[in-house]
Nanobody
Framework: QVQLVESGGGSVQAGDSLRLSCAAS????????VGWFRQAPGNDRDFVAA????????KYSDSVKGRFTISADAAKSTVYLQMNSLKPEDTAVYYC?????????????????WGQGTQVTVSS
């Protein structure tokens, strides 16, 4: 089993920055990648970014490209999401997740392990 724990959420003003962390524990040696998703009230869970544990491969949604940066510290089993130039539409619960297999999927249905989520609120 794999456990994922997010931290770093909070309430900020538009234009501010936040860094989210996702700490993995358990059978992490089976993991190839980690992804970040977000879900606003009444909306589907949307893909934000994903990274291979080696850090060599990353993917971003168009809505965050250029503002968010995903990174991985394999020694700490932690993945980070640096969020800059935050907008009110970035307000959501942010989840980290890990799929089985060697891939960086963008569909939440392809992810097996999920954290509990951390709230990010951006006010204008």
């Amino acid at each position: 089993q794999v456990q994922l724990v997010e931290s770093g959420g909070g309430s900020v003003q538009a234009g501010d920055s936040l860094r989210l962390s996702c700490a993995a524990s358990g059978r992490t040696f089976n993991l190839y990648s980690v992804g970040w998703f977000r879900q606003a009230p009444g909306n589907d869970r949307d893909f934000v970014a994903a990274i291979s544990w080696s850090g060599g491969i990353t993917k971003y949604s168009d809505s965050v490209k250029g503002r968010f940066t995903i990174s991985a510290d394999a020694a700490k089993s932690t993945v980070y999401l640096q969020m800059n130039s935050l907008k009110p539409e970035d307000t959501a619960v942010y989840y980290c997740a890990a799929p089985r297999g060697v891939q960086l999927p963008q569909s939440p249905n392809e992810y097996t392990y999920w954290g509990q989520g951390t709230q990010v609120t951006v006010s204008s």
